[in-house]
């Protein structure tokens, strides 16, 4: 049995209990509740004002927004199915995989991209402008999802034309494993993540390391940058660990077998939630635009009560 196949039995032989169960369904619930409204008034804002739309800066990280707030309905919708329903249809499950896959994997990228246009306002400065227009920074949210798509639509193409008609018709736990359970598609995973996990490191350690040296001698908006810079870092470090999810997964079943279901969990709170909560912060709160923006349309809303 390879790793993704005792996990998965791991997790159906040990379901909670009850009251487990409730908690860890309020918790999660009272979570993607509290990010899908800080992440709704960050969008309201940008869409109130057109000081943002003109700004590549903004519209990455709005994309970014949009994009955690998918991620996280998503995951918790799925996360709610398998306390209640348990095991639902295999073409359900693995249409809400597919695109929970695809705002996960968008997320590394979309940062990296934010990092790169960060290096250009600091280190080039005087090319901002032309390299840096709203056109281009469209494209390349549209090559963000178009490289997603050729990473995550082949396990889709591959499960159709190996697996029998009867297997979109059956029922199964919805996990990525259950549905996409090709031993060619987990080996494709593993490398394409390898391959991602490279890239975007090198490009924020990239960029880190030069504005670093541009705000020794730079003005305090570059040390700014430095430090958003390294908040990126952060989330990006806790998006990764999806890149090492299966790993970890499989490390913790050999650590703790009894208590896989609650080292699940974790992982899940980790890796897939609390990466989330951290945009609002980057932008919301320390970006002095934005927050003087949003403080605005949270005095009006308050106000309209």
């Not at 090559?143 to 159709?160: C, E, R």
Request: aromatic share 14%; net charge positive; glycine share 2%.
């Amino acid at each position: 049995m390879n790793g993704s196949s005792a996990n998965v039995t791991v997790v159906i032989e040990y379901r909670d209990s009850f009251t487990k169960a409730v908690t860890k369904n309020v918790i999660v619930v009272v979570l993607c509740i509290s990010i899908t409204y800080i992440n709704a008034a960050l969008i309201q804002t940008f869409r109130n004002h057109q000081i943002f739309y003109m700004n590549p800066r903004y519209i990455l990280f709005i994309h970014l927004v949009v994009n955690d707030m998918l991620q996280v309905m998503l995951t918790v919708m799925l996360f709610i199915l398998s306390y209640t329903l348990y095991k639902i249809n295999v073409s359900v499950c693995g249409t809400f995989i597919l695109l929970a896959l695809f705002a996960t994997e968008n997320t590394p990228l979309n940062l990296a991209c934010m990092a790169v246009e960060c290096y250009i306002a600091i280190c080039v400065p005087l090319r901002y402008v032309q390299i840096c227009t709203v056109n281009r920074t469209l494209m390349l949210i549209g090559l963000i999802w178009a490289t997603t798509m050729l990473s995550v639509l082949p396990d889709l193409f591959i499960t159709l034309a190996i697996e029998p008609r009867d297997f979109f018709h059956s029922q199964v736990f919805c996990l990525r494993e259950t549905v996409f359970r090709n031993p060619h598609i987990i080996r494709k995973r593993d490398i394409t993540y390898i391959v991602y996990l490279v890239i975007v490191w090198f490009v924020i350690f990239f960029t880190y390391f030069n504005i670093m040296f541009t705000a020794k001698t730079a003005s305090k908006y570059a040390k700014k940058a430095r430090n958003t810079i390294i908040l990126h870092g952060f989330q990006l470090l806790l998006c990764m660990a999806t890149y090492a999810d299966p790993l970890l997964k499989s490390a913790l079943l050999q650590w703790f077998p009894m208590n896989f279901a609650d080292s699940l969990f974790a992982c899940y709170i980790v890796i897939q939630v609390l990466p989330r909560s951290i945009s609002p912060i980057i932008y919301g709160v320390r970006d002095k635009t934005f927050r003087k923006y949003l403080k605005r349309y949270l005095l009006c809303k308050m106000r309209h009560r």
